[in-house]
């Protein structure tokens, strides 16, 4: 049955194979016209196939056909000469039988099995052996690998590492093995005893322990907490009412007084509007204080304080405008008793009382303009500064037109002056702020009027500057005053000016200090300031960018890198430089004394010149200083090569420049800065690290063991601490 | 609106007793208290100096052995309880406080090899040349009992290094029957010494004069070779914190090393002193024992300059402010002068002298020979590679 099948299965093979064979064919005859030869071929294939069926192994003679290679001298084929003979080809009869099957699979068993290798020698083995084991060891050994390296870094070791606990024996133990024995501790035991307190175990009374069943923890703590919290905001509110009392500003508790009269006045009205009876009765109240106010005189002038500013009130503004302000309160007061007398028949007192709270407003407002507050007067004195600056370049025609002729007034001259001394502040100022783009020769702009583009700069000036020169000025204002001289220019600005109900004084501070700033300037003028070498932009910039470089200038408006090193250049130029030696005694030869000089000659005589020295390495290179003088004394105390840890000379420097000591550290940071990186403690015994402080217990030390010598008797708990020990 | 108020609060200036510190305001502008950098210098430098000034290791010296002190061992438990066994087989043991012999023992025949404490404390085990090993009990017998050995029972140590004579170290586990791994030095090894804070780091004590810090796991290259010694070392301890350690040679001094320096910070030597064979730092990390060939077992402080006993709050703070000092100014020329600084015997001073001058010309020579041949054929072999001939797997 089975050979039939498979004889059926390979006739469709065959045929298919024929069937793909074939458009192969049809290009072979194309080119060979052969398709006979090849038919015939296939066929005979065919043939065999089918007659290879019945034998598993028949060989067949091949027939020959045609001239062939493989026919060998015996006319047999070597075709299947690649194939070997098989054992259990021999043993195969026709039929299969069941007996034949077992020594079959014996058979193959044997052929399976290879041949035993030669067993090392023992040298080897051993070798093997101890490899093995190291690499296990070292396997187990960089488990410590964390803790040395943490301990190798940690910041500080305190030694010994683990903690020590104190050994705290529980009070009933400690008493178990005591025993009263004299009669006061005997007395007292017995009391304890009569009070059923307890002597061993849980210190508690059976009261006590009544008690806490009967509150729950949970109770205790909402309680606990609640009371917390109602205590916090007692001390809030204290501390805040105590700062509250504390401030001094008049201002802030008329601010204070105002809000609570209009709080009180709202509270009214709900009252009235709820509980009428409750009103009338606060009404009362509120009249009853005004009564007692109205008695006590409070507001006329007979206090001591209104005395003293009645003294006062003739020279000083602020005196007089208080003395208004209680008089007309005074009056106010009086004239409530007559209205509420008024009104006293009348239902509608409320009214009268609103009045009363309410406080005047529009006097307030007025004295704070005028008040001694000193934000306000500065924005005042900002604000004229900028309309001073503004009005600058209308007046400069001015200048121009009357500079030449000096016979004008003394006026103009003295207008011309001012304008002159601005001009000159503003381009030192200019020029502080960032000696960069804008910054032009200060000849240049006292020749010509303040180009357009040197406006947003001028205008743009940080304002404290302003208010600092300023405060200098008014020390000054007094005793430079010429009243005479400035007035009429004064006058005509003022005129100028926006209407505006500021007080004149700042104003006339200004002034003086344009005054002064011109004297100033005139004279302290630096020579140096000129002979910088500034370095200088092309003007053609977007204005996007000028108003960035502008910020930018302003925010580092305070230090200036490149004059500072030009300063310090030519400093370190002036130093190396060799110095004439002056032997001119004062007083050798002509008169001497306090404030007498020795004269030109004589000086120029006695002088000696030293000779010029070599040219400055650094002569022509700008941005550098080359120090040609190495301090050998100096040397003897630095550090020649950089030490080993630090990477570059900055981190070391940094390191030595950062003080650790208590006169540049807070004390927090002294202790932090100078904690020792190993803490022993004298008498405390140090112990070697433990297997217990990696994380895996000693007992993985015999995990090994176990397993290199009986491999069988690995109990589970073992087989839990190895698989552990894997997964670490 | 905000207020600013001037507030004073007496809290911040007013003291709560009399015995508190007063409360000093102080300002810590930095434009106040200029010349950090200089101010710091010279309190580096004086601090050096009186770290010089109050050097005086040497505490005190214990005699009563009749021959040459052999090997040292510290009890687990106690501190001051000492144990020294003599090359004539006398074992001793010593209180360190009151500085005398509690009790001897003729142990053994011959030398004392070795001693270990059981690590309860309870008894100790010696080792002699007549071939025995012995355990005693450590209090002594009682009234009219004689001074017997109990029995001999070996203790357990897991992973252990052995140095033989013929120069190599071998590393066993104990739990198997075959070493791990064997190193092969120049020269024999004396002593090696685990790191108590580090498991696999050990540093073996050479007759080469070195010191050799290995990691058990590569043992090709050392970790750290440790010069100074003018001859054979002899012994080595860890201090328990790990991070130095301590080695006794035959040069008649003792020497400590930071474990990651090569070079020593500390030598100690006396007139008397002769070779250190032995040498253990106790378990509180404090103190420095030897034993030489003298008899006499002598104690060391660790730190030469501490000042011992209890120090006030304000002592500590200066002592802390002055080590961090020292730290952050000793590359400075004069500072590590003066620190380096050390007064040695002439002997050991000569010898230096000599070693420095025949390394150079070895240096020297091979130098020459590297330069006056085929570039690559001569090896450059590093420090640390040179001493270690081989290692056998």
């Keep these: ?728 | 609106m905000k207020v600013k108020m001037l507030s004073r609060n007496p809290d911040n200036y007013v003291r709560e007793t009399k015995l508190d510190l007063q409360r000093v305001p102080r300002n810590y502008d930095p434009a106040l208290h200029p010349f950090e950098v200089p101010r710091e210098y010279i309190r580096a430098l004086n601090a050096t100096k009186l770290e010089r000034v109050f050097a005086k290791p040497f505490l005190a010296s214990l005699d009563g052995h009749r021959d040459g002190v052999n090997c040292l061992a510290k009890h687990p438990e106690k501190l001051a309880t000492v144990l020294s066994g003599a090359c004539d087989g006398e074992v001793r043991i010593w209180n360190l406080t009151q500085r005398n012999c509690i009790r001897t023992i003729q142990a053994h025949e011959g030398f004392v090899r070795g001693i270990c404490t059981r690590f309860c404390g309870t008894s100790f085990f010696t080792v002699g040349d007549d071939k025995t090993v012995k355990q005693w009990k450590m209090d002594g017998p009682g009234y009219g009992d004689e001074e017997e050995p109990l029995h001999t029972i070996l203790g357990k140590t897991f992973l252990l290094g052995s140095c033989a004579s013929d120069r190599n170290i071998v590393l066993y586990d104990m739990r198997q029957a075959t070493p791990l791994k064997k190193v092969i030095l120049d020269m024999r090894t004396n002593t090696i010494c685990w790191n108590p804070m580090e498991a696999f780091i050990f540093t073996a004590a050479n007759e080469d004069y070195n010191l050799y810090t290995f990691d058990m796991r590569a043992l090709d290259t050392p970790v750290m070779v440790h010069m100074d010694h003018v001859s054979a070392v002899l012994d080595v301890d860890y201090s328990p914190t790990g991070k130095e350690f301590v080695s006794a040679s035959f040069d008649k001094s003792i020497r400590i090393f930071p474990v990651d320096k090569s070079r020593s910070r500390e030598v100690y030597h006396t007139k008397r002193m002769q070779h250190v064979i032995c040498v253990k730092w106790t378990s509180d990390s404090k103190y420095i024992m030897c034993g030489s060939d003298e008899m006499n077992i002598r104690l060391w402080k660790a730190n030469a300059s501490e000042k011992l006993g209890v120090l006030t709050s304000r002592e500590k703070a200066a002592k802390d402010y002055n080590q961090k000092l020292k730290e952050k100014f000793q590359h400075y020329p004069h500072i590590k002068r003066i620190a380096r600084h050390r007064h040695l015997p002439k002997s050991i001073y000569s010898q230096i002298q000599e070693q420095r001058i025949m390394k150079e010309a070895r240096r020297r020579k091979e130098v020459n020979r590297i330069k006056h041949s085929k570039p690559g054929s001569v090896p450059l072999v590093s420090e640390k590679k040179k001493h270690v001939v081989a290692v056998v797997k």
Aim: charged content about 35%; overall charge neutral.
């Design chain 1, 1 to 728: 049955m089975t050979a039939n099948r498979l004889a059926e299965s390979l006739l469709a093979l065959s045929q298919q194979e024929e069937l793909a064979d074939l458009p192969k064919d049809y290009l072979l005859s194309e080119s060979e016209d052969e398709g006979d030869n090849d038919g015939e071929r296939k066929h005979q294939k065919l043939l065999e196939a089918i007659s290879s069926l019945d034998g598993k192994n028949r060989r067949k003679l091949a027939e020959r056909s045609e001239a062939s290679l493989k026919v060998s001298e015996f006319n047999v084929s070597s075709e299947g000469s690649g194939e070997k003979l098989v054992l259990a080809d021999l043993l195969e009869p026709v039929k299969t039988s069941s007996s034949l099957a077992t020594v079959k699979k014996q058979l193959s068993r044997v052929k399976s099995k290879k041949t035993v290798e030669l067993p090392l020698n023992k040298e080897e083995i051993e070798r093997i052996h101890r490899e093995v084991a190291f690499n296990k060891t070292a396997q187990v050994l960089s488990k410590w690998d964390p803790v040395v390296l943490k301990n190798r870094q940690a910041e500080q070791l305190v030694f010994p590492l683990e903690k020590e606990e104190p050994a705290i024996a529980p009070i009933e133990h400690v008493l178990s093995g005591w025993k009263a024995r004299t009669p006061l501790e005997q007395e007292i035991f017995n009391l304890l005893h009569k009070n059923k307190q307890p002597v061993t175990d849980p210190l508690l009374t059976p009261v006590e322990k009544a008690s806490l069943r009967a509150m729950s923890l949970e109770e205790a703590k909402m309680r606990r907490a609640e009371l917390q919290r109602a205590r916090a905001l007692q001390s809030y509110y204290e501390a805040k009412a105590r700062r509250e009392k504390k401030i001094k500003s008049k201002k802030y508790h008329k601010v204070v007084k105002k809000g609570k009269a209009k709080k009180a006045l709202k509270e009214f009205e709900q009252l009235r509007k709820v509980n009428p009876a409750a009103a009338l009765e606060e009404l009362e109240k509120i009249e009853k204080a005004r009564m007692m106010e109205r008695m006590s005189l409070k507001h006329q002038n007979s206090g001591k304080w209104a005395k003293s500013k009645a003294i006062m009130a003739k020279y000083d503004l602020e005196a007089r405008q208080a003395m208004q302000e209680q008089l007309s309160k005074n009056k106010e007061l009086t004239q409530k008793l007559q209205v509420a007398s008024e009104s006293e028949e009348e239902e509608g007192g409320t009214e009268d009382v609103e009045e009363l709270l309410v406080p005047d407003v529009v006097n307030e407002v007025q004295m704070n303009a005028d008040g001694p507050n000193p934000w306000m007067l500065r924005s005042c004195t900002s604000d004229t500064k900028e309309a001073a600056t503004q009005e600058d370049p209308e007046q400069l025609p001015e200048l121009e037109a009357h500079g030449v002729s000096e016979n004008s007034g003394s006026q103009e001259v003295l207008s011309e002056l001012r304008v002159l001394s601005q001009k000159l502040k503003e381009n030192h100022q200019s020029r502080k702020q960032k000696a960069s783009s804008e910054g032009t020769i200060p000849q240049v702009q006292r020749e010509e009027p303040a180009p357009e583009e040197e406006e947003p700069l001028l205008l743009q000036r940080p304002e404290r500057v302003q208010t600092l020169e300023e405060l200098e000025e008014l020390g000054k204002e007094e005793c430079f005053q010429n009243k005479e001289l400035p007035r009429p220019v004064l006058e005509g600005q003022q005129s100028e000016r926006t209407p505006n109900n500021r007080p004149d004084a700042p104003k006339e501070k200004k002034k003086k200090e344009q005054m002064i700033d011109l004297q100033n300037l005139l004279t302290t003028q630096s020579p140096s300031v000129k002979s910088l070498a500034v370095p200088t932009i092309e003007e053609l910039e977007d204005e996007e960018e000028r108003n960035h470089r502008q910020m930018i200038k302003e925010a580092f408006a305070g230090d200036d890198v490149i004059r500072d090193f030009l300063k310090e250049k030519r400093e370190a130029v002036e130093a190396s430089k060799p110095k004439d030696v002056d032997l001119t005694l004062p007083g050798w030869g002509e008169w001497g004394g306090v404030g007498l000089k020795p004269s030109a000659k004589k000086r120029r005589r006695f002088l000696i010149k030293a000779p010029e020295g070599p040219p400055r390495k650094d002569k022509n290179l700008p941005n550098v200083i080359i120090n040609e003088k190495r301090n050998i004394h100096a040397a003897a105390h630095q550090v020649r090569v950089l030490p080993y840890p630090f990477t570059h000379h900055w981190q070391f420097e940094r390191t030595i420049q950062t003080p650790i000591g208590s006169t540049w550290n807070t004390q927090r940071a002294f202790q932090k800065l100078t904690t020792p990186k190993v803490v022993t403690k004298p008498g405390h015994i140090i112990n070697p690290i433990k297997a217990e402080d990696v994380g895996y217990r000693s007992s993985s030390r015999s995990d090994l063991s176990v397993i290199q010598r009986n491999p069988k008797r690995i109990t589970t708990r073992h087989k839990k601490q190895l698989k552990k020990c894997s997964v670490d």
